[in-house]
C-alpha cells in the first residue's frame, strides 16, 4: 500500500484548496445553510457552482483532455474527493453521472458516446438520472419488467422507475431495459441512454420522511431511444450494468473518510455541548466509531493503490461498499443514542444548530439499502470473492 503523493499530486492539491477557499461563499459552509434554501434554488446553486469549478479546470480530474477531463492520475482525483469534503463543497449536482456513468462510459462506450457524453456532463447541461429499480425489482434487479421494443433503428421504451434519484431535474436516464422479447433474467437487457424531455416521460417526485423529495418515479410510455444511444452493446445489459455497479459501489472511500470524520467531529462537539463527553458508554462507543473510520481510511488507501495500478476491483467494490455504509450508520447511531427522541424535532437543543447532523442521521438510514443493500452486498463477497458455495 503507497500512503503518499507525489510532489505533482501535493500542488495540485494546494492549487485546489486555495480555488475551494475563494470560491465557496461563507454562508454555505454554515450548518444550517443548505436546509433553508428551497429544494429546486438549492439544486440551481449546486449546478451553477460545480460548472463554475470545470470551467476554472477543477472537473473530470482523471478524465482524457480530449474528451474535456483534465487528464489528472487517480491520486489528484483521491486529492480531489478529500479536499471538497474537506471544505464542505456542494454535493455534485451530477453525481451519478459524473461517479457512475461516466467511468462506464469511458470503459464501454463508443468514441461517439465518450465525445457526446463526458464534456457536457462536466459542465453540467446534461444531468443524469440512474433508472435500474422498478416497482417490483430491486435487490433482484434482473427480474425488471421494462421493455424495448426494436423498430428500425430505434427502441420504444414502456415501463416504470422508482427510487430515481434527481428524477424532477434530470435531462437524460441510463436504464436497464428488456431489449429482447422474452428473454428470462439477465439475459436480453440493455443499457440504454434515454431523453427525459420527450412526450413518452413522465418524473414525479417522491416525498421523503426527511421533507425533501430528491428522487421520484419515472413513467415510460412508448418512449424512443435510438439503437446509437445503447450503452456497452445490445443484449449487454447486465454486463454493463455490473461494470456501473461496481463504480457506484466501490466510489472514493478517501472522501467518504473525510466527511464521516468531520461529522465524527461534530458529533463529538455536540457531545461535550450537552454535557454528555463524560459519559462512559458513549465515550466507548465513540472510541469504536473513530477505530472503523481509521480502517476505512487504510482500507481506502489500498483501493487507491490497486487502481493507481491499474487492477480491476469488480466484485471487491462489494467490500468498499460494506464497510463505508455501515461505518457511516453506525457513526450517526451515537448521535441518535446522543439526542434519544429530541433527534426527530426541530431545533431540539436552543442555540445548538444541529440541523446538518440530524439531516446526516435520517440520510445514513438510506446507505445500506442503495446501490444494493447490505444483504445483498454480503452474498456477493461469499460468493464472488470468497468463492463460498452458494
Ligand atoms: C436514497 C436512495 C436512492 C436511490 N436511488 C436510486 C436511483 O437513482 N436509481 C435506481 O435505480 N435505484 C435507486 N435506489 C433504489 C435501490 O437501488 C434499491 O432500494 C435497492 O437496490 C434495494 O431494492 P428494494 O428497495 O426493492 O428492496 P428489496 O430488494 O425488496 O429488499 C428488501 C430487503 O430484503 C433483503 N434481500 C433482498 N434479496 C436478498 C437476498 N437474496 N439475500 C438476503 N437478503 C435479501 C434486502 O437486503 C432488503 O433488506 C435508491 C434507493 C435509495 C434508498
Same mark, same amino acid.
Given at each position: 500500500? $503507497?500512503?503518499?503523493?507525489?510532489? #505533482?499530486?501535493?500542488q ?20 444550517? &445553510? ?12 449546486r ?33 480531489? $474527493? ?29 468514441? @461517439? ?17 440512474q433508472?435500474?429499480? *422498478?416497482? $417490483?425489482? =430491486? ?9 424495448g421494443?426494436?423498430? =428500425?433503428? *430505434? ?13 424532477r ?12 422479447p ?18 413518452? +416521460? *413522465? ?14 418515479? +419515472? /413513467? ?12 456497452g452493446?445490445?443484449?449487454? =445489459? ?10 457506484? #459501489?466501490?466510489?472514493s ?5 473525510a466527511?464521516?470524520r ?18 462512559p ?7 469504536? #466509531? ?18 493507481e495500478? =491499474?487492477?480491476?476491483?469488480g466484485? @471487491? ?17 451515537? &448521535? ?14 436552543? $442555540? ?9 442521521? /435520517? ?15 454480503r ?12
Amino acid at each position: 500500500m $503507497d500512503l503518499t503523493f507525489s510532489p #505533482r499530486e501535493e500542488q495540485f492539491r494546494g492549487e485546489l484548496r486555495a480555488w475551494l477557499a475563494d470560491n465557496i461563499p461563507p454562508a454555505w459552509r454554515e450548518p444550517g &445553510f443548505w436546509g433553508t434554501v428551497p429544494e429546486d434554488e438549492a439544486f440551481e446553486l449546486r449546478r451553477d457552482w460545480e460548472r463554475r469549478k470545470y470551467e476554472a479546470g477543477f472537473g473530470g480530474i482523471q478524465w482524457p483532455v480530449e474528451y474535456g477531463g483534465r487528464g489528472g492520475t487517480p491520486g489528484m482525483k483521491a486529492i480531489y $474527493d478529500e479536499e471538497m469534503a474537506l471544505a464542505r463543497a456542494p454535493l455534485s449536482a451530477n453525481g451519478l453521472g459524473l461517479t457512475f456513468l461516466a467511468p462506464t462510459v469511458m470503459a464501454v462506450g463508443t468514441e @461517439e458516446q465518450k465525445r457526446e457524453i463526458i464534456a457536457p456532463m462536466l459542465r453540467n447541461e446534461v444531468i443524469w438520472c440512474q433508472g435500474f429499480s *422498478e416497482p $417490483d425489482a =430491486g435487490s433482484d434487479l434482473a427480474v425488471l419488467r421494462t421493455t424495448g421494443v426494436r423498430v =428500425g433503428d *430505434e427502441f420504444i421504451v414502456n415501463g416504470q422507475k422508482i427510487w430515481t434519484t434527481n428524477a424532477r431535474y434530470g435531462d437524460r436516464l441510463f436504464a436497464l431495459v428488456r431489449t429482447e422479447p422474452g428473454s428470462k433474467a439477465h439475459h436480453g437487457l440493455s443499457l440504454l441512454l434515454i431523453d427525459m424531455h420527450q412526450p413518452g +416521460v *413522465e418524473a414525479r417526485p417522491l416525498r421523503q420522511m426527511s421533507g425533501a423529495s430528491e428522487f421520484g418515479e +419515472v /413513467f415510460l410510455t412508448d418512449a424512443r431511444v435510438k439503437v446509437s444511444d445503447c450503452l456497452g452493446g445490445v443484449g449487454n =445489459g447486465w454486463k454493463t450494468a455490473m461494470l456501473l455497479l461496481s463504480f457506484e #459501489r466501490g466510489a472514493s472511500g478517501i472522501s467518504q473518510y473525510a466527511t464521516f470524520r468531520r461529522g465524527y467531529d461534530e458529533i463529538v462537539s455536540a457531545a461535550r455541548r450537552l454535557g454528555r463527553h463524560t459519559d462512559p458508554v458513549l465515550r466507548a462507543e465513540l472510541a469504536r #466509531r473513530l477505530v472503523e473510520l481509521e480502517c476505512l481510511r487504510y482500507h481506502a488507501l489500498h483501493v487507491l493503490t490497486k487502481v493507481e495500478q =491499474g487492477q480491476d476491483l469488480g466484485a @471487491e467494490s462489494s467490500i468498499t461498499k460494506l464497510q463505508w455504509s455501515e461505518s457511516y450508520q453506525k457513526l450517526f447511531e451515537v &448521535f441518535d443514542d446522543l439526542l434519544g427522541l429530541d433527534g426527530v424535532v426541530e431545533a431540539p437543543v436552543p $442555540d445548538l444548530d444541529l440541523r446538518l447532523l440530524q439531516h446526516e442521521a /435520517f440520510w445514513t438510514r438510506s446507505v445500506t439499502i442503495w446501490g444494493g443493500s447490505s444483504q445483498v452486498q454480503r452474498n456477493i463477497v461469499a460468493e464472488r470473492v470468497l468463492g463460498l458455495p452458494r
